[in-house]
T-cell receptor, first 118, second 115 residues
Framework: GAGVSQSPSNKVTEKGKDVELRCDPI?????LYWYRQSLGQGLEFLIY????????KSGLPSDRFSAERTGGSVSTLTIQRTQQEDSAVYLC????????????????FGPGTRLLVL | GQQLNQSPQSMFIQEGEDVSMNCTSS?????WLWYKQDPGEGPVLLIA?????ELTSNGRLTAQFGITRKDSFLNISASIPSDVGIYFC???????????????FGKGTHLIIQP
C-alpha cells in the first residue's frame, strides 16, 4: 500500500552508539511528525515538520536527538550517544497539511521502529 | 505541558458487552481524536471530533467532544474479539499563529475481551 513506512522495524544497539531512524511519509503529505512511545506509556510528541522546516523542536528530549527532512519527503531522526532510557518505539506520522483553518487534517501513523539500547 | 488523563487503564469484559472510556484534560483542546493501536502497529484513527458538543459515530463506535472542550468519551457497543487492543485519546490545538501541531496523547486504555 501507500501508507507511512519506517525503517528499520527493529534496532538493537549498544549504549553510546548513534542510531538513525527513517520515515517515508505518504506521498504528497506536507506535514510529518515524530513521536516516542515508551513501554506502558502513551505517545510523546517529539517534533514536526511542515515541508522541510521544523517550527518547534522543543519536544525533543535532549540535544542528543535531532531530525531532518529533505525534499519535503523522507525524514530521519538521529539519536547520538544512545542511552538505555532511549529504548522505545519511535513512531512517525504524516498528514496532508498542518495548519488548515478548520483543523480537519488526519495524521496517519507508520508501524514504528522498536529501538532497544543495551 | 498539557496532560490527558485517560481511564480506565484497562478493561476486562465479556464479548457482546458495551465499553466506555474517557479522557479529561486540564486545558482546552479544539480537536479530540480517538486511536486504536494493535500490537506491532502504529495507531489508527477511529474518530475525530472538531466541535464542542459534537457526537460522532463510526459503526459500533460513538465518541463525544465535551462541551467544556476538556473531555471526551468513546463508547463501543456489542464488543467483538477484534476490538481487543489499546485505545488512545488525543487532543490537538491548531494555533492561528502557527506552532507545534503535535498530538497530546493519553496513556491508553487496554481492552481485553473474554470469550
Amino acid at each position: 500500500g501507500a501508507g507511512v513506512s519506517q525503517s528499520p522495524s527493529n534496532k538493537v544497539t549498544e549504549k553510546g552508539k548513534d542510531v538513525e531512524l527513517r520515515c517515508d511519509p505518504i506521498s504528497g503529505h506536507t506535514a510529518l511528525y515524530w513521536y516516542r512511545q515508551s513501554l506502558g506509556q502513551g505517545l510523546e510528541f517529539l517534533i514536526y515538520f511542515q515541508g522541510n522546516s521544523a517550527p518547534d523542536k522543543s519536544g525533543l528530549p535532549s540535544d542528543r536527538f535531532s531530525a531532518e527532512r529533505t525534499g519535503g519527503s523522507v525524514s530521519t531522526l538521529t539519536i547520538q550517544r544512545t542511552q538505555q532510557e532511549d529504548s522505545a518505539v519511535y513512531l512517525c506520522a504524516s498528514s496532508p497539511a498542518a495548519l488548515t483553518p478548520t483543523g480537519q487534517e488526519t495524521q496517519y501513523f507508520g508501524p514504528g521502529t522498536r529501538l532497544l539500547v543495551l | 505541558g498539557q496532560q490527558l488523563n485517560q481511564s480506565p487503564q484497562s478493561m476486562f469484559i465479556q464479548e457482546g458487552e458495551d465499553v466506555s472510556m474517557n479522557c479529561t484534560s486540564s486545558s482546552i483542546f479544539n480537536t479530540w481524536l480517538w486511536y486504536k493501536q494493535d500490537p506491532g502497529e502504529g495507531p489508527v484513527l477511529l474518530i475525530a471530533l472538531y466541535k464542542a458538543g459534537e457526537l460522532t459515530s463510526n459503526g459500533r463506535l460513538t465518541a463525544q467532544f465535551g462541551i467544556t472542550r476538556k473531555d471526551s468519551f468513546l463508547n463501543i457497543s456489542a464488543s467483538i474479539p477484534s476490538d481487543v487492543g489499546i485505545y488512545f485519546c488525543a487532543g490537538q490545538n491548531l494555533p492561528s499563529g502557527g506552532g507545534a501541531d503535535g498530538l497530546t496523547f493519553g496513556k491508553g486504555t487496554h481492552l481485553i475481551i473474554q470469550p
